[in-house]
């Protein structure tokens, strides 16, 4: 059985470049072997990831996440069980947040600016859905 979890988090310490970066790195070493794919959007002061895959696989994840001393206020936005990937062909990718316009929020959100803690979990993945077909994804596909 296959299964979606969208969660939002913030970080404890403002994000580098190279801490993004590895944790994709680790990402895109360690999800193949656990049939994981995924997206993880990032700004300074905030996490948003999906990551699909088998239900154990899944909420093992998700837990080692909540338990990430790294994170704070770690938020189940969605979780749900799936016939198919929407983020498949990535073993974790990244958005380009510089690529969120406010038109495309407010497509989504009450204002011009990314929340996913002040809006439904449905409207943040319809979000990250948009931005894989404006190709604000950053990376390779796997």
């Known amino acids: 059985m296959l299964v979606r ?4 988090s913030r970080p404890l310490e403002p994000l580098s470049g190279a ?24 700004s300074e002061d905030l996490f948003i990831q999906v990551i699909e895959g088998g239900r154990d696989e899944v909420c093992d994840l998700f837990n080692a996440i909540v338990r990430d001393q790294r994170h704070q206020q770690v938020r189940l936005l969605i979780y749900e069980e799936i016939e198919v990937r929407q983020f498949g062909n990535w073993t974790m990718a990244q958005v380009n947040i510089t690529k969120l316009n406010p038109a495309m929020l407010l497509k989504y959100f009450k204002r011009a ?18 931005l894989i077909a404006t190709g604000a994804i950053i ?3 796997d």
């Open 19 to 42: 801490f993004v970066n590895s944790i994709l790195e680790q990402s895109r070493k360690n999800n193949p072997a656990l049939g994981i794919t995924g997206l993880l959007c990032v």
């Open 113 to 130: 600016e990314l929340d996913p803690f002040a809006s439904s979990g449905k409207a943040t993945l319809a979000l990250l859905s948009d």
């Open 139 to 141: 990376g390779h596909r």
């Open 5 to 8: 979890c969208l969660y939002a």
